[in-house]
């Protein structure tokens, strides 16, 4: 990057600090790179753009040139540097920004990247989506869509998957609801701009000239088609005799759009949370079709940011359900994976069809609760288009893939968390984390030490029949959370279905009413 004389002469003076960046900085990832800082300013409560004098100030703390380029939704400032440096010098930089007393918090705008495995191409069929089957490994889906949960035409559920966009696949495409396209970096957009109400994915793809040319990049030869894999898990039509079935047929996707070349900013996804739940943007964006869960199945490492934390914290407060990927380092700690480590979040490991936990997943205290991700060759089967880089339309575009990843785990508990609200809309995020966590399945792995796997594999069946018993705290009468005093007793008519059809299959009882396996 070419700098002007003025900018040249700036970063002159600023040699000390230049000298503690590049002195001694240790990095886990060489390729990691960060052109932007996120800063909150304490007398900025109106989330006004940065004015000359503050910008000046903080020049003055860091020693570098920055640009305002706009507020966040959070109301912190998104700052330019004038050239990309490594995420420990960013971290330093930010460090030095903190050492003002009107700065309430500053931080890297870190890169963000999918965590769903490599796919290979396939033509699936149900029978081979062993974890949708009421089987070891599996979550019991078949007997929660007999008792008419999840089924039929009437819209359901929203689910906001902040992703790469969408292909309008078959399976879904009478389902998508107007999303938006949050990624503000033109060529991590490529599209031909920059933010805008089309949420549709042009690609993902990376030549080795573009992988050269800018940081974070690697090449990559085929499209991802990544957040159209995620709605298929989710929201695939069944009894239709198209490929495969998605967890709950109701269900209503919002694609918004964060993740393109190369994956994304930390910035614009906290914006694109505030939007999903239909909280108020910067830009003044308006969604009017509020989502209920939002599926994060993206990450970085290193701990929660505040910027992070605080759009959680904003939409978790408004009723949304926040569902995250623990992440693929091989057993590594979640604690270093974020939003994984956010606190308010539901994150998710990964296992197989075993039932027990992938060799790929992330483990740790901060895991809520697990799911199927696939693993060799039992993969998880999804939606996909046919183009190889740019999408392909018309007859054939619509295919189907299979592949692996903490993604898919975590779409799978987005599913299940809609079908949980499509009978108990009024619980609250953590009420839903409870429902989740009383009804999962045990875990018999070596691995799953204490504090290490979250509460066990999902159950649908179970979390379906408890969310149904669950008491609220200001219901009247005995029970609590989990289900307590429910069972196939509850007055409520879609319970005595689930459990009558449950009770023909023969299914065993327990403290829900339904069994685990």
Not at 104 to 114: G, T
Not at 192 to 220: I, K, L, Y
Request: charged share 15%; proline share 5%; with cysteine.
């Amino acid at each position: 990057m070419k700098l002007s004389p003025a900018v040249q002469r700036r970063l002159l003076s600023a040699a000390t600090v230049l000298l503690i960046l590049t002195v001694g900085s240790v990095r886990a990832d060489a390729a990691e790179h960060v052109d932007q800082l996120i800063v909150k300013l304490r007398d900025n409560t109106a989330g006004q753009r940065l004015d000359t004098d503050h910008r000046q100030a903080l020049e003055a703390r860091s020693g570098w040139p920055l640009t305002s380029v706009r507020v966040l939704a959070t109301g912190a400032q998104l700052l330019q540097l004038p050239q990309a440096v490594t995420q420990e010098d960013a971290e330093l930089l930010a460090a030095a920004l903190r050492t003002d007393p009107n700065v309430e918090y500053a931080e890297a705008d870190r890169h963000v990247y999918p965590t769903a495995g490599a796919p290979g191409s396939t033509e699936p069929l149900f029978s081979q989506q062993w974890y949708l089957q009421a089987v070891p490994g599996g979550m019991y889906l078949p007997d929660v869509w007999a008792a008419g949960i999840g089924t039929g035409a009437t819209p359901g559920v929203i689910v906001a998957v902040v992703d790469s966009g969408y292909r309008p696949h078959v399976e879904f495409a009478a389902r998508i609801l107007p999303g938006y396209d949050f990624i503000s970096n033109p060529f991590t957009a490529n599209d031909g701009g920059g933010r805008d109400a089309d949420a549709s994915d042009p690609g993902d793809w990376v030549t080795q000239n573009e992988a050269d040319a800018h940081p974070n990049c690697t090449v990559q030869y085929t499209s991802s088609w990544h957040g159209t894999s995620l709605a298929g898990v989710i929201a695939a039509s069944g009894d239709n005799s198209v490929g495969i079935a998605g967890i709950n047929w109701q269900a209503q996707i919002l694609p918004v759009r964060v993740l393109g070349k190369c994956g994304g900013s930390t910035a614009d996804i906290a914006d694109a949370m505030y939007w999903a739940a239909g909280l108020t943007t910067a830009s003044g964006a308006r969604n009017f079709n509020p989502a209920r869960i939002i599926n994060l199945s993206l990450g970085s490492s290193g701990s929660c940011t505040q910027t992070e934390q605080s759009a959680i914290n904003a939409v978790t407060a408004a009723g949304v359900v926040v569902v995250v990927a623990a992440g693929n380092d091989n057993h590594g700690d979640v604690a270093n994976f974020s939003p994984a480590n956010c606190n308010g979040v539901i994150t998710v490991a990964a296992t197989n069809r075993n039932g027990t936990m992938t060799g790929y997943t992330n483990l740790g205290s901060k895991v809520a609760i697990s799911a199927p991700g696939g693993e060799q060759f039992n993969n998880i089967f999804t939606t996909s288009n046919s183009g190889t880089t740019t999408p392909a339309t018309g007859p054939g575009a619509d295919n189907y893939q299979a592949g692996a990843g903490t993604s898919f785990s975590t779409a799978a508990i987005s599913g299940v968390v809609s079908l949980i609200l499509s009978v108990r809309p009024e619980l609250t995020p953590a009420q839903v984390l409870s429902v989740l966590q009383s009804s999962a399945d045990p875990i018999a792995d070596s691995v799953c030490t204490p504090h290490q796997c979250g509460a066990g594999i999902v159950n649908a069946t179970a979390a379906v029949s408890t969310a149904q018993g669950f008491v609220l705290p200001s219901s009247v009468g005995g029970g609590g959370g989990g289900g307590g005093g429910g069972g196939c007793a509850d007055p409520l008519a879609l319970l005595t279905l689930f459990c009558s059809t449950l009770a023909l299959r023969g299914m065993p009882s327990k403290r829900s009413g339904f069994g685990k396996r």
